[in-house]
Every structure is written in structure tokens, then in C-alpha cells.
């Protein structure tokens, strides 16, 4: 087995550093941001609109950042989308104080602008990789969200009591908590992501700053290209059900008054199976082929929502039992199918593909949040956990034809 880069290792120590920090910034503002806009909407179905904000701002940002990676490095990418950030969590603590609904959002659309620095960290992993332990360096990025994202739903009540104590909303606290997370953030990547990761590689490769190839041809590369495409389904699909499914467990919740700690109990299990178990993911991934894990994704993706379309509001063990389902398999799917397409696209679309990938996963995830609000405000939780298992399975059947 190759050695890693010396490079290699310094990157992905300072990439998971700024993850654990991070994680408590995204992570604490999950259930904070529904309850928020439910609170000053009081209407579920405006509820999924703030994940929905989230996601689509996620979206939103994914081709900036691959732009400025090209440009400038993945440093430059991840300082902008962090500095974006943080002024959309200080946006919501006034807008939220103030009652401004529609600059609430606005700035929650901003903050997605930390999950699209975190998807993009993940690529920042691959850089440097060798062919032999592409999947686990990824992982290791990715489980470095383990700690902070466990965290910060568990910080929803404590900080809670800080924004109460300052004369502001309750659930303005958590905004309060990701502003000063991710501008720590901001500090690790700035002073540490030395050498930039994507510069050194091209150089290493003897690449020059050549010119980014547009959205659609990037598209077109991508589902003309063996094992690419199928590779960012896979990402999308799995984000779909992610999110459509995590974002109402809290209204689903609060329907029975289930208490904030409660609540955030069950998104930190949550969190924990999305993150937790990455290094495990990826060394599947590298042992037994990417195809097999994004299989195993699909089955534990429909087992977790039949777990947790059966449960209760009041149901906490049983849901916390779906919810970690959900987040294993969104694991699975993200990091196989991350390696996949990273491994399948040619050079010159590098970058491109990880930008357009992030930018369809981000909008399938916006489109699961709006899916989501109207589901349970029209029919129940269980209708909503039902639907999100037909394209789960669809990508399951399409796995078949690969080898």
C-alpha cells in the first residue's frame, strides 16, 4: 500500500480539526431552525422551509466554491464559505429577535454556506489521496463532524437559556453558538491549511489554472461517464431522504410537546450514525468496492424508514433507532458515492463534477425539505417516511445493473 503524502497527513488533521468545530455550529441550528420558523410562522408546513433555506443556500454556494478552489485553492474556497456563514447565523439572531420572518430565512439560506465548506472539506481529502485510500481519507473528514455535530443539538436548551438571558429568543441561542463556531473555524483553516491541498496536486500532476468547464458540460461528462453518474445519485438521492426525513422528526415531536432536550437527544443519535462510523464506511468502501456500500446504504435507508414511519410522537427510543438508521445510510451513500465519482471523472472536470455533485444533492435536499413540510401538514409523518423510501429503492434497483 502507497504511503501517504507528508502533505497528506498535516491536511487531513487540520481539515478534521475545522470539522469538529464546524459540526457544532451546523449541527445545533437542525431542530433550532424549524421550531424557530414554526414558532414565528405557526405553520409545519412553512416549518420545512427553514432545512429547506439551509440546504438550497447549500446549494447555492456549491459551484462558487468549487470556482474559488480553482481559482484560488481549496484555503480561499473554505475561508469564503465559512466568512458566508457566519454573517447568515448573525442575520437570524436579529432577524429571529426582531420577529422578521423573511430575513430569518434569508439568513438561514446564508449559513448553508457552512455545509457546502464541509461537503467541499471532504473533497479536499482526495487531493492528496492515494488510489488505495481514497475512501478512508475521505471518512476521516467526514467523522471528524462526529464530535461537534453529536454536540451541538445537545447544546439546543443550554443555549437556549444564554439568548434568554440576553433578552432574545430562545431559539435564537443555537445561531448564537454556529456564528462563533464557524468563525473559530475560519481561524483553524486560515492559519493551518498550509500547503493548499488542490494547489499542490496540480502541481504534483503539472496541471496549469486551466479554464472551468461550464455547469452543463460538467453535467454531460458526468452521466456519460461509467460509474460517475451512478456515483451522484447516489450522493442525491441519500441527501434527499436525509434530510426530508430529519427536518420534520422535530415537528413530528413537538406535536406531543416533547421537550427541546428530548428532541435534540434524538437528533444528536441522528448525527452520530451520519458521522460516527465513517472510518468503518470508508474502509468498506476501499476493501469491497464502493458499489457494495452504496448498496448496503440503500438497505438501511428503507429500514429506517419503515423504523421511523411507524413511530409515535412519543416513540423517542424507536425514533432515535430510525433517526441513526438514517443517518448510517446517508453515510454509506455519501461516502461510496463521493469516492466513486471522484475516481471516475477525468482530471480536467475534477473540481467541476465535485461542484455540480454538491450543487444536485443540495437541491434534492431543498426539495426534501419542502416535500417534507407539505407531507406531514397533509397527511402524517408515516405518509412522509413511506415516500421517501420509493426513490431510495429506485436507486437500489438501478445498482443492480453495475457492476
Known amino acids: 500500500m502507497s504511503k501517504r503524502h507528508p502533505a497528506q497527513v498535516r491536511t487531513l488533521r487540520v481539515l478534521s480539526t475545522a470539522q469538529v468545530v464546524n459540526g457544532i455550529g451546523v449541527s445545533s441550528t437542525i431542530a433550532a431552525g424549524s421550531l424557530l420558523v414554526n414558532s414565528m410562522a405557526h405553520s409545519d408546513s412553512i416549518a420545512g422551509l427553514a432545512q429547506t433555506m439551509s440546504v438550497l443556500g447549500a446549494a447555492l454556494m456549491a459551484i ?27 442575520t437570524v439572531v436579529v432577524a429571529g429577535a426582531a420577529g422578521w420572518l423573511v430575513v430569518t430565512l434569508g439568513g438561514i439560506l446564508l449559513l448553508g454556506a457552512a455545509s457546502a465548506s464541509s461537503y467541499q472539506a471532504r473533497f ?9 485510500t481514497k475512501s478512508r481519507d475521505l471518512s476521516l473528514v467526514v467523522w471528524g463532524s462526529t464530535i461537534g455535530s453529536v454536540a451541538g443539538p445537545n447544546l439546543l436548551a443550554p443555549a437556549g437559556h444564554l439568548a434568554a438571558s440576553w433578552g432574545l429568543p430562545n431559539l435564537t441561542g443555537p445561531y448564537i453558538v454556529a456564528a462563533t463556531a464557524i468563525a473559530l473555524s475560519v481561524l483553524i483553516v486560515g492559519i493551518f491549511l498550509r500547503p493548499d491541498p488542490f494547489l499542490l496536486a496540480r502541481e504534483q500532476a503539472g496541471a496549469s489554472s486551466a479554464e472551468r468547464p461550464a455547469l452543463r458540460t460538467t453535467l454531460r461528462h458526468i452521466m456519460n461517464t461509467k460509474g460517475a453518474a451512478l456515483g451522484a445519485a447516489s450522493i442525491s438521492v441519500g441527501h434527499l431522504a436525509m434530510v426530508a426525513v430529519m427536518v420534520m422528526t422535530p415537528v413530528h415531536m413537538k406535536h406531543m410537546d416533547v421537550s427541546l432536550t428530548v428532541i435534540g437527544l434524538v437528533i444528536s443519535v441522528h448525527v452520530l450514525g451520519m458521522f460516527a462510523f465513517s472510518p468503518a464506511v ?61 475516481s471516475a471523472v477525468s482530471n480536467e472536470f475534477r473540481s467541476s463534477s465535485q461542484g455540480s455533485s454538491d450543487l444536485v444533492m443540495n437541491l434534492m435536499g431543498a426539495l426534501g425539505g419542502v416535500i417534507g413540510g407539505l407531507v406531514i401538514s397533509t397527511w402524517s409523518y408515516g405518509w412522509l417516511c413511506a415516500l421517501v423510501a420509493l426513490p431510495v429503492g429506485v436507486l437500489g434497483l438501478s445498482t443492480l445493473r453495475h457492476r
Open 64 to 90: 462558487p466554491l468549487a470556482r474559488l478552489t480553482n481559482r484560488g485553492g481549496r484555503r480561499y474556497a473554505l475561508l469564503s464559505g465559512y466568512g458566508v456563514a457566519v454573517t447568515g447565523a448573525v
Open 124 to 132: 479536499a481529502a482526495l487531493d492528496l489521496a492515494t488510489h488505495e
Open 282 to 342: 470508508g474502509w468498506c468502501a476501499d476493501r469491497w468496492g464502493s458499489l457494495r456500500v452504496v448498496r448496503l446504504g440503500v438497505v438501511v435507508l428503507l429500514a429506517a424508514t419503515v423504523v421511523a414511519g411507524l413511530a409515535p410522537p412519543m416513540g423517542t427510543t424507536q425514533l432515535m433507532v430510525g433517526l441513526f438508521l438514517l443517518g448510517l445510510g446517508w453515510s454509506c451513500t455519501l461516502i461510496a458515492g463521493s469516492t466513486m465519482l471522484s
